[in-house]
Every structure is written in C-alpha cells, then in structure tokens.
C-alpha cells in the first residue's frame, strides 16, 4: 500500500521545543568539541527559525508512506516530467536525512527519483530489534520500496551508510540495479585488505591520520547508544551538538551548505519531532550478517568526494567489475549532494550516458 504524505508538525511538540530552548542551561567549556557560546548563538537562530516555513518548502516535495514487511517508509517520490526517464534511489547516511538529498533530486529533473527514510530515522518505522538494520537489510528495504513504486530497473546512490547499503543492493539484485553510482566509493572489509597495492594502502594510512580522534562518537553509537538517546532526546540543546559537530566537520570548508544554519536546523527539527536520535543509531550498534557479498558486476561510475580525496581508482575497480566513470569532485565533501549537488547530477550523468 502507498499513501500520500505530508509533514505536519503539531503546534504542542514546536511550542515544547520553544520552551526546552529558552530553559538551555549552558555548560562549562572544557576547550573542545562544540563551544557553549557557539551554542548559545544556535539556541538563538533556532528560536527564530520559521519552522512552517520549512515545513512547507519540504511539503512541495512529494511524499508517500509505503508498508515494507509491516514497517512504515517514508519516502520522496518525485517523477520526472519525461515519462521513460531513469529511475534512481538516493540514500542518506548519518546524521543525514532525506532533506539533504533534496537538492541533488532537485538537479535530476529528468530522473525519477526515489529518496527512502532510512529505518529508524524520522517517519520511518524501526524494525524489531531483533532484526539487525544493516547494509543487507538496508539495501532489500530499498529495493522493496522501489519494487512497490512499480520500477523494476533503477539507478541507486547512497551516501555513508548507504554507501555500503548501495554496494549490497548492486551486488544483491543485479537484475533490477542498472547501475551504481558514488561519491562514498567502495571500502574492502578489514579482513580482506591484506592484499591491497600501495596506492590504496597509502589511501587508508592517510585517512586513519584524518580521522584521528575523530572516531569516538561511532564507538559510543555502537555500545551506548540508549544511555547516548537518553540525554540527546531530552535535550535540543544536546541533540544540536551533536549533529552540528558532524554536519561542520565532515563538510567542505568551502561549500555553502555547510554555513547553512537553517537548512541544517530543519533537519534536526525533524529528528527531535520524531523522537528518532536513538533509532537512528541502529546501523552502528547493530551486529548484522558480515559475510562476504557477491562481486558487483553491474556498471558503476564513481565521483569520489573531498572528505575522501586521496581515494585511488584501483581500490574502485577492486570493488566495481565494470568501472564506467572515475573522477574527483572539485567540492562538496561528506554530504556532497547537499553540498555540490549540481557537480554530482553532472558526473552521474556521464556515468549514465554510458549505459
């Protein structure tokens, strides 16, 4: 079943997160991580930000509910004008949302284009926990949510955690998946990187120097993540910290996006709407199926983003048989729809041009 959907805030939940906002208590600066008067200036821009505004801007979207294994989807689902246009799916990682692949959707008018909730994030239902939300369950979540839109052959995207979900729906159903496109490219498991040539053993060295303490927040998600949802859920002040510190640090200093207050707020408005901080962690703290996946075969194109620039084509074409396109995005890094989203349309349709 597919419904229509729009997004309605209830007035009681905006005026509560009014009020927890004028209540923030600042804490003691200790000199890292997010500064309390920093925060202090957010609680501001926050109290004055037009949520209906925004509210209304994502409504002219269009927005459906779908029934996958009993659970709700939340999706945009937005036609092209051409009627036998591409279709792809779009996946958002963490702390992501499906808003920040709106304006990459908005520079694929001439695809249709499908941008799954992830489970556990916003209007998307959880899976019991006994289900483990990982790449596998991610990637047969998307392909039955584009299977019950009625397409039977796409493109898929996804970013972060999507990324390896995209991987596993390209290796998975080669025959629905025309092609895989990233910017987030293909990473071998631990296990299997023994093997690896110098150019992409250079590659890891130097991105375990970038992420050099910047790994803990991963490790609290995957073993504390209730005791972590707890004060993050009672607190906007906390819940903005800790997406905020993400959005600016893994962004391209020189991207617009990045200095975007509002669009940004709207995202975390979303997640404390929803109450779905604590579900949203379920992709790291989850211990899924970590058997090897099938090789993907299909055709691939690949536009690596600033955050992961030293990313050498030979790991690519380790994890992609049929390699189309390689290049580097010139910016835009983590978020590289939200950030470059016209840079990211261009390269996915040469990769496109060449199926």
Request: aromatic share 10%; glycine share 8%; net charge negative.
């Amino acid at each position: 079943m597919v419904d229509d959907f729009r997004i309605q805030v209830e007035d009681e939940t905006l005026e509560d997160l009014r009020e927890r906002l004028r209540r923030t208590r600042r804490a003691a600066s200790a000199g890292k991580g997010m500064a309390p008067a920093d925060l202090a200036s957010i609680v501001d821009r926050w109290l004055r930000h037009d949520w209906r505004a925004s509210e209304a801007a994502l409504n002219r979207y269009p927005q459906v509910l779908l029934t996958v294994d009993g659970r709700t989807v939340h999706a945009v689902h937005r036609r092209s004008q051409t009627a036998d246009a591409r279709a792809i799916v779009l996946g958002h990682g963490w702390p992501h949302s499906f808003v920040e692949l709106l304006p990459l959707a908005d520079a694929l008018q001439d695809f249709h284009v499908v941008i799954p909730s992830l489970p556990g994030f916003l209007f998307s239902a959880a899976p019991p926990a006994d289900v483990p939300v990982d790449a596998r369950f991610l990637a047969e979540n998307a392909h039955q949510v584009m299977t019950e839109l009625g397409y039977g052959r796409y493109l898929t995207y996804g970013e972060d955690v999507s990324a390896g979900a995209s991987d596993a729906l390209a290796a998975l159903h080669p025959e629905a998946v025309e092609g895989i496109f990233a910017t987030h490219a293909y990473f071998p498991p631990a296990a299997e990187r023994s093997g690896l040539g110098q150019a992409e053993r250079d590659f890891f060295a130097w991105l375990d120097e970038v992420w050099e303490g910047g790994t803990a927040y991963g490790h609290l998600q995957a073993t504390r993540p209730d005791t972590l949802a707890a004060g993050l859920s009672d607190s906007p002040v906390g819940l903005a910290a800790w997406i905020l510190e993400k959005f600016r640090e893994w962004s391209d200093p020189r991207s617009a996006w990045r200095n975007d207050l509002d669009a940004q707020l709207t995202t975390i408005t979303l997640y404390w709407a929803t109450n779905s901080i604590g579900t949203s962690f379920r992709p790291y703290s989850d211990k899924g199926d970590d058997s090897p996946l099938p090789p993907i075969e299909v055709p691939a194109g690949v536009a690596v983003q600033t955050h992961e620039g030293r990313y050498p084509r030979e790991l690519a074409e380790r994890g992609y048989r049929d390699l189309r396109t390689f290049g580097y995005l010139d910016l835009g890094g983590h978020f590289a729809a939200a950030e470059n989203p016209t840079g990211v349309a261009a390269a996915l349709r040469e990769f496109a041009a060449t199926l």
